[in-house]
């Protein structure tokens, strides 16, 4: 991204290609002569010169008109959230508390997987090697010079006549020992404003940083020719959309989309894709990961981290009413973890984030009514539904809203009927909402040397086979557990149906690095002198004959915690099986459940059907690691064949 290298590369594919490119350069070496850049907002001179430097070098790329440094507060935002009123890219949730509801393009609703890259100078360093004639299903790669040109072409020239947003925000506690410290540019103020609900954004990030190192983000919803335009209020250019990672300088860069995880570089792209790359380097975890704290009545608490795929209940879990008597369930994080062991070698957690993102469809008071309460105010809605009351509106709702006398916009802002063929929101509609507005939120969601974590639970959708709970047999076991994720695809990215894909440690879209040196970075965890918190794997969705869930979920899913939490405290309540143990008869709470769930049922191990899943796990492994697969997860797999075949 440096200025000079990118003259270089316009001038290489203005001599390679000039019909094509030479227009490019020359509006390039024109911008630079013409280029006046306005200070709208904040003082240039007072930003730290590393600061200033990343500035100018995007300023003389991207040639905005202005340049607005954000001090994160209560002003600058209102006055944000007027002009995208006043141009109605945002409209007024009247019945709630200051929210607001933007529809995006209807081509920008998903990360886009096929489109996000991680730039390293080796192949090797960011992919597994995989068989040949196979696509890597564990991320795309890009070499340097490509990323170069791509940022050149893109880039150049992509923010005139529009205003540069600096925002200076910090993933985590601003000063905890565990937090990190991000810069985004950015042309959009959609960003802004959800950038200041998800970070901890602003001047106090900017003193803290001195002239430390920091994360460098560019971000631009791009400049698509009039024609792409579909929806001229939320500019974006989903053809050319790129989101890159360059893991060794810290960097990322994202091009022609405006949808929170292309856009809001502080969580995906930072907290996961470059996070886990500083956490390999630094010994620590960075993880797609929720946090909470479960209190028993006897007051004794344990936190876990949970990893699920996109849409399988992370929300759902970290904020969860239990329906067990006298239990409690406080919040951390519903997304993402960073973890550390500390010098008494307890694992201990973080949340980088400082709000929620959540899917809106299938939200109401009976799934998560914490999430309910707390997207009441201060929340940007994007994608949904509304009701000529001035509410919003989804699917999941039915129950409790009463649609009579209503008038519904959908999604796209047209005229919706109840019963209609069409979805009334986007399946991947969601609510930005302040943590603090959770009333559940745990007294030590933002202690600086985070929570201790008891319990690691991997799961996904799995209509079928596998069992409502089962604990890990041991550290290497479970990181084989976490390895072996599969799920039922979702709408969180670009793809349809539901197939059953892999999604390792639920981090499949979000690694930063060569998958095969990630699960040796989680096997290095177990040395002495760290106590290692115990593994399982839970399965809410499992269904019956009938093509019915057997278990009920929701508030319900503490009775299976308050099983973890007794494995965790040493209790003999578990019974080995050929995959992990599993509840003992009679250990799992079922008690005032109506019907009873059919527990057999529901743990029940059928050999068969785990001998079919290891064959595909190891083919799985076999087409996108081959040799970079740790001999450890090997022997896992042939030590789990002896036992099923037993
Ligand atoms: C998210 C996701 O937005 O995982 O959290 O897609
Ligand atoms: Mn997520």
Known sequence: MNSNVIRRILVDLARSYPSQYHQVYLNTLQNQQVRTLTVVHGQIDQLPQKVKDFVEECVELC??????????????????????????????????????????????????????????EEKHDAVPRSKPGVQSKLGHWLSPDDMDKAVAELFTGC????????????????????????IQLTDSEYVVLSMRIMTRMGQAVMKHLGNNDFVKCLHSVGTPKSERHENPLWPCDPERTMIMHRPDCNEIVSYGSGYGGNSLLGKKCFALRIGSTIAKREGW????????????????KFYITAAFPSQCGKTNLAMMTPTLKGYKVECVGDDIAWMRFDKEGVLRAINPENGFFGVAPGTNHESNPIAMETVKKDTIFTNVASTS??????????????????????????????????????????????????????????????????????????????????????????????????????????????TIMHDPFAMRPFFGYNF????????????????????????WFRKGKDGKFLWPGFGDNARVIEWIMRRCAGEDVAIETPIGWIPKPGTLHIEGLNPTPNMEELLKIDKKFFLDELTEIEKYFDENLTTDLPQAMRDEIKAQRERLSK
């Open 516 to 539: 095969g040196k990630y699960i040796e970075h989680w096997l290095s965890m177990e040395k002495k002198s760290q106590k290692l918190p115990k593994i399982f794997h839970v399965n």
């Open 389 to 498: 009351d001035g509410g919003v509106y989804w699917e999941g709702l039915e129950k409790e809203v009463d649609l009579t006398h209503l008038k519904i916009c959908d999604w796209l802002g047209y005229e919706w009927t109840p019963g209609s063929k069409n979805l009334s929101s986007h399946g991947n509609s969601r609510f930005c909402s302040p943590a603090v507005n959770c009333p559940i939120l745990d007294h030590a969601w933002e202690a600086p040397e985070g929570v201790p974590v008891s319990a690691i639970l991997f799961g996904g959708r799995r209509p079928e086979g596998v069992p409502l709970v089962y604990e890990a047999l041991n550290w290497k076991h479970g990181v084989f557990v976490g390895a072996s994720i599969r799920s039922e695809a979702t709408s969180a990215a670009e793809f349809k149906g539901k």
């Open 159 to 182: 923010m005139k006549g529009r205003t540069m947003f600096l925002l200076p925000y910090s993933m985590g506690p601003i000063g905890s020992p565990l937090s990190k410290i991000g």
């Open 63 to 120: 040639c905005p008109d202005k340049l607005h440094i954000c001090d994160g507060s209560e002003e600058e935002n209102n006055n944000l959230i007027k002009v995208l009123a006043d141009k109605g890219v945002i409209n007024q949730v009247t019945k709630l508390e200051n929210c607001w509801l933007a529809r995006t393009n209807p081509k920008d609703t998903a990360r886009v997987e096929a489109k996000t890259f991680i730039c390293t």
């Open 285 to 300: 975890l960075a993880e797609h990961m929720l946090i909470s704290g479960f209190t028993r009545p006897d007051g004794c």
